[in-house]
């Protein structure tokens, strides 16, 4: 079973760039399809991307495309989400979720490992 964790949150003014990371235990992370989320106070939580097992196709909530970038590298079992053009409304705590297999989602409920979130606050 996969553990994962968050790092590289921070406050930042509109307009910077941010690279959030996620560190995962275990020898099959090249199984597992990513995801990140955000969730903003007050507000649900949001879907922003996905990234396939191999890392080769990545999809992007239409609120951060072209802005983010979602990669991986799978013999460190590491992914990153680097994150240009930070605008106030990206300010959330951000979650790193796994699920084993082929199927990538937006949907939350469908990634049943997560890590602890990373703070993002970007002020303007």
């Known amino acids: 079973q996969v553990q994962l964790s968050e790092s590289g949150g921070g406050l930042v003014q509109a307009g910077d760039s941010l690279t959030l990371s996620c560190a995962a235990s275990g020898p099959t992370f090249d199984k597992y399809t990513l995801a990140w989320f955000r969730q903003a106070p007050g507000k649900e939580r949001e879907f922003v991307t996905w990234?396939?097992?191999?890392?080769?196709?990545?999809y992007y909530a239409d609120s951060v495309k072209g802005r983010f970038t979602f990669s991986r590298d799978n013999a460190k079992n590491m992914a990153y989400l680097q994150m240009n053009s930070l605008k106030p409304e990206d300010t959330a705590v951000y979650f790193c979720?796994?699920?084993?297999?082929?199927?990538?989602?937006?949907?939350?409920?469908?990634?049943?490992?997560w890590g602890q979130g990373t703070q993002v606050i970007v002020s303007s």
């Open positions: 979720a796994a699920q084993r297999g082929f199927t990538a989602s937006r949907v939350g409920s469908t990634y049943p490992h």
């Open positions: 990234i396939t097992m191999s890392g080769s196709t990545t």
